[in-house]
């Protein structure tokens, strides 16, 4: 096999980095592209780098294999050692086109990159596509011909080289901005909850008039229009349906199960939102109103209010639903009950847990912990048996003096919330 390759490519330039764009076969990709060795004088270091690459590759080659629309951004590729040719395009001219009114720029922009096979080509962005590319190529040969975007940089292993390298390496991570959370599952067509998330916004009348709040978790503190946001709803709606191990429920939701599944998952999503809307005198009546701000403001606000009307506690509250589900309580028996517990932040046992009753606002930062034990608190609450989660009511009190902070030399021994009584 020749080890020479010629590639179609715009040849361009910004700042001091010229950079040619094409595009490669994976096969060629596979043989030809390492990582971002030697960028390091230090093994370690760039050993830090190969174990990011390992950690992430599985999940992208899963992508590659199951998804038929799949599509990479570009890999960006230093060149060093060897002699790449670059060849100019010379286009003629015919009775639609004039070559001669091309700007140099242009005219010089359009050829081919000739790559002699002697070059070291390693990854600078896009490690994890090239590790799972390489990984898919090892097993199934049908990939070999697919074509992957691709730029290509000159770098110098000297110091000043490898200085500006690494440069460049850290400023493709840092000012790749992620994109946001929310418009992931605004987006998402394989995830399954983002799917049903979405549908249910859309056709669902309890969602109607701009209910869910986009641009992030929490709501703006003026907020009166919108009941939740769309991150809250997922992560309620995500921990319900979870009928896996977490591991398997993440690698099932980065590809499209079928009509047929998603249909399913939705059933059980409507039927959910359907009876907590119902259990709620607090959402019927919103459900009921023309006037969400008048609504929204009784059950929200500096006052406090329905911890159901916070993101946060959307998602504790669906969370005891599960652990109260999973341990065999009945679904419309739960529901009673939990309507039936105490709803407003100012009361125990959300004062102080949720609620700062100081500054008259959630606190600003909810840790997986508290969140974790405002579930349970429900669970307890509602009449759940605690052996069912390896709990009891001892480890349960010192669990909640913990996250509160209560001093039990100066305060005594705290009092868990009273059981609901049906």
Partial sequence: MSRQLLLPALRSQMGDWIYYVSRMRMQDIAERISFTEEIHKRKELNEILQRQVSNRKKHISRYLQTQKQRFFNSIIIGVYKGTPEWYVLQVGK????????????????????????????????????????????RNNKEFIDEEVPVIFVAAKMDTAGKKRTRRLFSTLNRYAKQVKRSYIIALNEDDTVAIIVRRLIED????????????????????????????????????????????????????YPGDDVIEKYFKEAKQIVDMVVSTFPALKELLRTSNNSQVIRKYRGEHGGHIIYRPIGLIIIFNAIKIAKESNMNLEDILKRISLIPSQLTEEPWSNLLWDKTRKRMYPTISKERQKIASIL????????????????????????????WDEDKLGLINLPLRVNI
């Fill in 204 to 255: 669902h009348p309890f969602f109607n008039n701009k209910k869910i709040y986009i641009e992030s978790k929490n709501l703006q503190k003026n907020d009166f229009e919108n009941f939740t946001s769309l991150e809250a709803l997922y992560d309620s709606l995500d921990t319900y349906l979870c009928d896996k191990k977490a591991s398997e429920w993440e690698k099932f939701k980065t590809i």
């Fill in 378 to 405: 429900i669970f307890y609450m509602i009449d759940g048996d605690l052996s069912y989660i390896k709990m009891n009511r001892s480890k349960l009190r010192e669990l909640y003096a913990a996250a509160i902070d």
């Fill in 94 to 137: 015919n009775q639609n086109f004039d070559p001669d009114k091309l700007s140099e720029n242009i005219k010089s922009g359009i050829g081919f990159l000739k790559l002699s096979g002697q070059e070291k080509l390693f990854a600078i962005d896009g490690q994890h596509r090239v590790a799972a590319i390489k990984d898919v190529i």
